[in-house]
């Protein structure tokens, strides 16, 4: 499976941005893709994951600001961020798990990254 994410950039504090991410290759129907992110010195965190059937998990942080939502015909991953903060600046990460025999694959595949800087 390839992972191609894409929307990153420079916002101000306050601003929006949209994340989408593109699954490619052997994608299983039931799956579960999400982003991740890394700021500088700190480890990878879960930001928000959405099942194909719709269920959905937020970090506290993002919780009321980010939405993230799929187009599961499309293998789409989208992540809306509003009222960004400069803590939100990181790489950000699409992740993709597969639901295989009865339970999530736990390492799954990762895309390439997408910088997101959020000026004060």
């Known amino acids: 499976v390839q992972l191609q994410a894409y929307g990153g950039g420079l916002v101000q504090a306050g601003g929006s941005l949209r994340l989408s991410c593109a699954a490619s290759?052997?994608?299983?129907?039931?799956?579960?893709m999400g982003w991740y992110r890394q700021a500088p010195g700190k480890q990878r965190e879960l930001v928000a994951d959405?099942?194909?059937?719709?269920?959905?998990n937020y970090v506290d942080s993002v919780k009321g600001r980010f939405t993230i939502s799929r187009d599961n015909a499309k293998n789409m991953v989208y992540l809306q961020m509003n009222s960004l903060k400069p803590d939100d600046t990181a790489v950000y990460y699409c992740?993709?798990?597969?639901?295989?025999?009865?339970?999530?694959?736990?390492?799954?595949?990762w895309g390439q990254g997408t910088l997101v800087t959020v000026s004060s």
């Open positions: 992740h993709y798990r597969p639901y295989i025999s009865g339970s999530y694959k736990q390492q799954g595949y």
């Open positions: 290759g052997k994608v299983f129907s039931i799956n579960a």
């Open positions: 959405i099942t194909s059937g719709g269920s959905t």
